[in-house]
């Protein structure tokens, strides 16, 4: 809970309670606090173990700090039951991102050094989407005009 504050904030934080509060009624205070906070944890694991309890027997090893999203990946990538490091390790994402770059302007990706003063020479790098293959067929996209 309190793993952010250091020593000098902490000492600060206690100064600035006794001025406020005074001497006299600090421990008071500390004591209806931790009283509180006390109340606070027991409601919360009683609602806890309902929670459990109306799930029933199937989700007993149900742990509430799996619904946090981070918490969850984490812990299904530690399981590895569906080889998902395999597939990770499998990506080399630095290749994938240079053959798209190379692909949005008109390289080649096998020789992307080579061709692109080439490639780039009348067009300035642009693609022309109106240009056809040399047996006749469109390069372009085909889409349903009504969708867009």
């Known amino acids: 809970m309190f793993n952010d504050i250091g020593p000098l904030e902490l000492v600060t934080l206690v100064v600035l309670a006794v001025l406020v509060f005074g ?4 421990p008071k ?15 919360s694991e009683s609602a806890k173990q309902d929670i459990r309890s109306e799930l029933g027997p199937e989700f ?3 742990e509430f700090e799996d619904l946090n999203p981070k918490t969850f990946i984490r812990k299904q ?3 590895d039951e569906l080889g998902l490091k395999e597939i990770r390790n499998g990506f080399d ?14 390289r080649d990706s096998d020789s992307s050094s ?3 003063s080439s490639s780039s020479g ?5 693609i022309d989407m109106t240009k056809k293959d040399d047996d006749g067929k469109d390069d372009r996209p085909i889409f349903d005009a009504d969708a867009t």
């Open 23 to 26: 001497p006299d009624k600090l």
């Open 29 to 43: 205070l500390i004591q209806d606090v931790t009283r509180t906070i006390r109340k606070i944890r027991e409601f």
């Open 60 to 62: 007993k090893d149900f």
């Open 77 to 79: 990538l530690d399981n």
């Open 93 to 106: 994402l630095k290749k994938e991102m240079a053959e798209v770059t190379d692909a949005v302007h008109g």
């Open 114 to 116: 080579s061709s692109s």
């Open 122 to 126: 009348g067009s300035g790098g642009r």
